[in-house]
């Protein structure tokens, strides 16, 4: 390395003079000094700053003491940025150089991994504490102005032109998607991006070639709302494509000088919509809400797009186990009080009935099971091919039975019904969380249902663990007179 440094050296200096040349040789440059800054975000990455050096005297050469086949180990700026492959101690060499001869100062900087959960903070923000677990983070589909957009010559203003109401994206595939960031340990750059699509992706007119299918809001459904209720206010530039992602994609983060965090993906990868852009500026970057700036077209298109992303739910993880293919409940059968009700008007409490163990084997509750994905968020409902539910429902049903004809007299209520249902394909489902108590709040696609079939509009989650869920749900039978109470654990 020593023969390699020296030879680099007399390169430079003959590239730097020739025949006709009035060289004054004068002196040697005397040793000067350097700074190693490390850097915020990468505890692998440094920053080196010569001290009291005049360039126009002098010329410099740095050796960061990387020996590693296929990487640069040196450099001729003034103040290099340099990411080393791997934990260690480096000898760095800043060679001060003139035409008639150099000086050289070495220092060495010991490179780790911080003590602890081993990711870096910002790291953390984006990605968690535990180096391979990963951070699931979705679109805060509940809060205005989760999707907006600005004319890029307006100051960088990502509201002046769209700004999105509430849910209002949910005919366009964007609430579905799923982006989880990993830390491997050991690994700064080009860490693992896994991009969960549920099968579709929004983007926007220009940008749809590519994909095998692309429809505009009316033929995507978006205006197919039930009676009384308002359709969402799209653009006609707004687009719904298919589009499952590769597998293998990564991410970086790095910041600018003046503090901002950028967000870079591998081909194939997005946030939030599919516009083609090269980064993404985090103007919001904590761990409970990130709020990305992006230009469209990789920053030759007119429009800045912002999207607000927020951690996927505690509750949600909960719910599919951290999984994209999901996890199964099923109803707590085995103990007293896994169905019960309450009266609307003496404060929703679960004293209305308590049924006992076992007891409502013969109305079609306890062959259901409940799969919630992360993937798209789909929701499986296997019924067994029937659905319990009460006498103010059964008309929407081909065939139904009542309780007194299939149950031992006296265990259950005459409104109890038995009915044949097989769930159909594609449903959803959505958590919110309620502002006012926090308490998580169940939504579903229609067709859906959890324990029992009453056209709840959400399942309050009044209990959740690993190993219990316990939900509160009111029957919209005209008076709300009712809710319901079921008790669920993880399937075996």
């Known amino acids: 390395m020593k023969l390699y440094k020296i030879c680099f050296l007399s390169l430079l200096l003959l590239a730097s003079c020739n025949e006709d040349d009035d060289v004054d040789f004068g002196e040697k440059p005397e040793g000067g000094d350097f700074t190693i800054a490390l850097d915020s975000i990468n505890p692998l990455k440094i920053k080196l700053t010569p001290l009291n050096i005049d360039t126009t005297q002098v010329r410099l050469a740095w050796d960061f003491g990387i020996i590693e086949e296929g990487r640069t180990d040196r450099s001729i700026e003034y103040s ?129 070639t590519g994909f095998a299918s692309s429809l505009n809001p009316a033929d995507a459904g978006c205006n197919d709302v039930a009676e009384g209720e308002t359709p969402p206010v799209l653009s006609g530039g707004d687009r ?37 852009p090269l980064e993404y500026e985090a103007i919001v970057f904590n761990e409970n809400e990130i709020q990305l700036a992006f230009v469209q077209g990789g920053g030759e298109g007119a429009v800045r797009w912002g999207v607000r992303l927020v951690p996927l739910p505690e509750a949600a993880t909960i719910l599919t186990g951290g999984s994209l293919e999901g996890k199964t409940w099923v109803i707590d059968k085995d103990i007293d009080g896994h169905s019960t009700a309450g009266r609307v008007s003496t404060g929703l409490a679960d004293d209305f009935w308590s049924r006992p163990a076992g007891a409502m084997e013969c109305l079609g509750l306890y062959n259901d099971e409940y799969t ?33 004809d299939i149950c031992p007299a006296g265990t259950l209520s005459g409104g109890d019904f038995k009915a ?21 709040l169940l939504r579903f696609s229609e067709g859906a249902y959890l324990g029992m079939d009453v056209d709840a509009a959400e399942y309050e989650i009044l209990e959740i663990t690993e190993e219990s869920l316990y939900v509160r749900f009111v029957q919209q039978n005209g008076t709300g007179a009712v809710a319901w109470y079921k008790r669920l654990i993880p399937k075996n």
């Open 80 to 208: 290099p940025e340099v990411t080393y492959p791997d934990e260690g101690t480096y000898t760095i060499t800043m060679t001060t150089y003139n035409d008639v001869g150099f000086t050289t100062k070495n220092k060495n900087v010991d490179l780790k991994f911080p003590p602890g959960p081993n990711v870096p903070p910002d790291f953390q923000i984006l990605t968690g504490s535990i180096p391979g677990q990963g951070k699931a983070w979705i679109v805060d589909r509940f809060t205005d102005g989760h999707s907006s957009a600005g004319r890029t010559g307006d100051a960088g203003d990502i509201t002046g032109f769209w700004s999105r109401p509430a849910n209002n994206m949910a005919c366009m595939g964007m609430y579905n998607d799923v982006y989880i960031f990993n830390f491997e340990e050991g690994k700064t750059q080009d860490n693992q991006f896994i991009l969960a699509t549920g099968g579709d992706v929004y983007t926007r007119n220009g940008f749809d």
């Open 240 to 276: 719904l494509a298919t589009y499952d992602a590769p597998s293998d994609l990564t991410y970086n983060l790095s910041t600018r000088a003046d503090g901002t965090k950028i967000i870079t993906l591998s081909p194939g990868g997005y946030l939030g919509m599919w516009v083609e």
């Open 372 to 404: 919630f994905k992360l993937d798209g968020f789909a929701y499986d409902l296997e019924t067994g091919g029937d659905v319990y539910t009460r006498n103010l429902f059964i008309d929407q049903y081909d065939s139904s039975e009542p309780s007194a």
């Open 420 to 440: 044949d249902y097989v769930s159909p394909g594609g449903l959803t489902w959505s958590l919110a969380i309620r502002e006012d108590d926090g308490v998580p």
